[in-house]
């Protein structure tokens, strides 16, 4: 019997108002609010596909660079969303919209307690025009190795 890891079931993260959390979670990425435990503070347990997000109520502020990654299909829809709510982290690395090898796009957002979510799109170059003119390689900021160049964020997946 393997004891082996099968996926990442849930992540927590602090929400300082739990209602603007949950209504940004529940507008950006189409979260449902699920049924949750009383754990002695506001917390609210969100499904994203297959994995939860864990919102707990508390004031502290986040690191700047932990972060949680979803991966979407169809970035345009969410990307809009996000720009409607001045959303975009521009800062942590080094652009809100980065390519990576392998044609992956990565979107950068903050939450309303300052959290940092990255979203990945595989087919940085089927973005539409508007998007990609907004895009940044990850080799022009910052210099790649070969190696560097062959990896790929999710080995074996749609990104490559």
């Not at 345009?76 to 982290?89: I, M, V």
């Not at 307690?113 to 170059?125: K, Q, R, Y």
């Amino acid at each position: 019997m393997s004891s082996a890891a099968s996926r990442i079931n849930h992540v927590s993260v602090n929400a300082k108002d739990l209602a603007a959390s949950v209504a940004f979670y529940v507008d950006i990425f189409g979260a449902e609010p699920l049924p949750t435990p009383n754990f002695g503070l506001p917390v609210q347990w969100l499904g994203i596909g297959e994995s939860q997000l864990h919102l707990f109520e508390v004031d502290v502020d986040p690191l700047s660079h932990h972060h949680f990654a979803v991966t979407v299909e169809d970035l345009e829809p969410l990307f809009r969303r996000a720009e409607a709510r001045d959303a975009f982290d521009f800062t942590a690395f080094g652009n809100n919209l980065v390519e990576l090898p392998g044609d992956l796009a990565q979107t950068y957002l903050r939450d309303p307690a300052g959290n940092l979510v990255e979203i990945d799109t595989p087919g940085a170059s089927r973005l539409p025009e508007a998007l990609r003119s907004q895009l940044k390689r990850l080799e022009d900021m910052h210099p790649q190795t070969a190696e560097n160049l062959s990896a790929r964020l999710c080995p074996g997946g749609a990104s490559g």
